[in-house]
């Protein structure tokens, strides 16, 4: 079994910065991608970002220019540094794991509230 814990969120200023961490432990797993989705009140869950096991990364359009994704292998955690937010970016932050033998693993989710 896999958990996943997520931290760093939080309310901000539009035009301000937060940086989500996610970190995976439990039992023996190897991760294949890891990655970040949102989702808004009233609104179905969407991408955001991910990284492959090799570095690969792939961003939703909003986060293209904004948003950067890493990851720390030592540390099974992923990181997004988020930077210039606006009031749309208001939502629940989930981070996501697939195992190697394609499992999905989510976190409880955090909160960013992005005010005017």
Avoid: H
């Avoid at 760093?8 to 961490?21: D, N, Y």
């Avoid at 409880?108 to 005017?116: D, E, R, Y």
């Amino acid at each position: 079994q896999v958990q996943l814990v997520e931290s760093g969120g939080g309310l901000v200023q539009a035009g301000g910065s937060l940086r989500l961490s996610c970190a995976a432990s439990g039992s023996s797993f190897q991760i294949n991608a890891m990655g970040w989705y949102r989702q808004a009140p009233g609104k179905q869950r969407e991408l955001v970002a991910t990284i492959s096991r090799s570095g690969s990364t792939n961003y939703a359009d909003p986060a293209k220019v904004r948003f950067t994704i890493s990851r720390d292998y030592a540390k099974n955690t992923v990181y997004l540094q988020m930077n210039s937010l606006k009031p749309e970016d208001t939502a629940v932050y989930y981070c996501r794991l697939i195992n190697v033998r394609g499992k999905e693993y989510w976190g409880q989710g955090t909160q960013i509230t992005v005010s005017q």
